[in-house]
């Protein structure tokens, strides 16, 4: 694999090609580290109706790259049809996939892996110009970020799934207390929100455009454990105040009282962790917590979630250019002392590491570590095309869902960017979410 970490050249058909061959790969290493480290049994069984069985990742991966590489850009026929439906996300809820006839283990594995080397042989002959799925590469890049979007999801699953630990990465580098301010001051006026240049970007993103912000404080550093643990020992989950009448409903329903996988124990609060127990770490960005628990907590604190827009500015625009930047530290693709990504770890790393991916403003860990709620419903940006189908993000525009920025440990480079917008429903708290809030200036 490359150590090029340059933007991906649009007008260089061989570099794109190599760069779309190691994101391929990349992702299916991790697949296969992710449905290899269990048994059968865990595999077909279905640990949360919430989400699938791991099988049916497997599959659904292979059967999407079939779709969209083979049959999109190959023409070829397709190779097995008759599975199209059961593997269609939108014809059948996670909770009822368990009942389908799916493929078994063994038989994911070879459609996968038949459909890979296909695939690489569409690759190998692709032309990388004209318009739409063939332009610089699109297809195999958005199969590239639609299976590492689906490895984050069966990560969510390993960590639901009961039992003892499967997976193991080294804990990320210990980091010196973080001795900065605890917010930074972003001016106020226009900036480039989304892009039209970025060439796997996937459709919400685009287009660019501008838009004019005030000026706003954001927290300088995601919100850690120990300063939401204030929040839940001063009553947080006990007074009405601070939450939306919705987030009251909802906690009160299902009896929330601290984050997901917590649980107060002798004195001291614990956390369940990919099949392991271990005390809280107080500096830690706090992690599976609802959007209406991240509300809650803003209001608490005399603050806010930011505005999606007010974090894409925070996290790109560079005041000495005016120019907004693909990352935080720059164009260059994120490297490991940036940020913490791809399942390098297996937490997020404590608040303030990752100097070097700090916004030119100084925020730190905007990218990596932790999905960030804002206070954005996912809306699309003036002038949005639905591309390369409208189930993609058209269907789920609307106050329905909340926007998420920035990333998480479980996150690839490859599905993350400064434009990146991710999104979900308020109540959702197994997915690896954590914020940091604002303030008017």
């Not at 970007?201 to 995601?222: G, K, M, Q, S, T």
């Not at 940036?338 to 925020?363: D, E, F, I, M, T």
Request: hydrophobic share 35%; net charge negative.
């Amino acid at each position: 694999m490359t150590d090029d970490r340059s933007p991906i050249p649009a007008d260089d058909p061989e570099r794109l090609r190599e760069r779309a061959l190691d994101a391929l790969t990349t992702a299916r290493d991790r697949t296969a580290l992710l449905t290899t480290c269990v048994d059968e049994r865990d595999l077909v069984a279905q640990h949360s109706p919430l989400m699938s069985p791991l099988v049916w990742d497997l599959a659904h991966i292979g059967n999407q790259e079939e779709l969209w590489l083979l049959r999109g850009v190959g023409g070829r026929e397709a190779m097995r049809p008759e599975i199209d439906g059961l593997y269609d996300a939108f014809e059948h809820s996670r909770a009822e996939r368990p009942s389908l006839p799916l493929l078994s283990p063994d038989e994911a594995r070879r459609y996968a892996t038949e459909v890979r080397g296909h695939a690489l042989d569409v690759l190998e002959k692709a032309p990388f110009e004209g318009h739409g799925l063939d332009e610089a590469g699109f297809a195999f890049g958005m199969i590239a970020q639609h299976e590492q979007q689906h490895d984050e999801t069966m990560l969510i699953t390993h960590q639901l799934r009961p039992g003892p630990q499967a997976l193991t990465a080294p804990d990320p580098e210990p980091a010196a207390p973080y001795a900065g301010p605890s917010e930074v001051l972003v001016p106020g006026g226009p900036f480039t929100m989304g892009t039209s240049t970025e060439p796997w970007a996937l459709d919400n993103e685009r287009p660019a455009h501008e838009r004019l912000v005030p000026a706003f404080h954001i927290d300088a550093v995601p919100v850690t454990n120990g300063a939401y643990l204030a929040f839940i020992e001063d009553g947080g989950y006990e007074n009405e105040r601070w939450w939306t009448p919705e987030g009251w409903l909802h906690i009160r329903a299902h009896g929330l009282e601290a984050p997901l996988y917590w649980r107060r124990e002798g004195g001291q609060w614990l956390r369940r962790r990919f099949g392991a127990t271990e005390v809280v770490p107080p500096d830690e960005p706090v992690l599976h917590v609802c959007w209406y628990e991240a509300d809650a907590y803003a209001r608490w604190a005399g603050r806010r979630l930011p505005t999606e827009t007010e974090w894409e500015k925070a996290a790109r625009h560079d005041p000495s250019t005016g120019r907004s930047r693909r990352y935080p530290w720059g164009d260059a693709d994120p490297a490991h002392e940036h940020a913490n990504l791809g399942q390098r770890h297996l937490r997020p790393a404590p608040a303030g590491s990752y100097p070097a991916g700090a916004s030119p403003l100084g925020v730190r860990q905007l990218i990596g570590d932790v999905w960030e709620w804002t206070s954005s419903d996912f809306l699309p940006y003036p002038g949005f095309a639905a591309f390369p189908y409208k189930e993609y993000s058209e269907v789920f525009f609307g106050t329905e869902y909340k926007v998420l920025r920035g990333g998480s440990f479980a996150v690839d480079p490859v599905a993350c960017r400064g434009t990146f917008r991710n999104w979900d429903y308020p109540i959702r708290r197994q997915i690896f979410s954590g914020f940091r809030t604002a303030r008017d200036a």
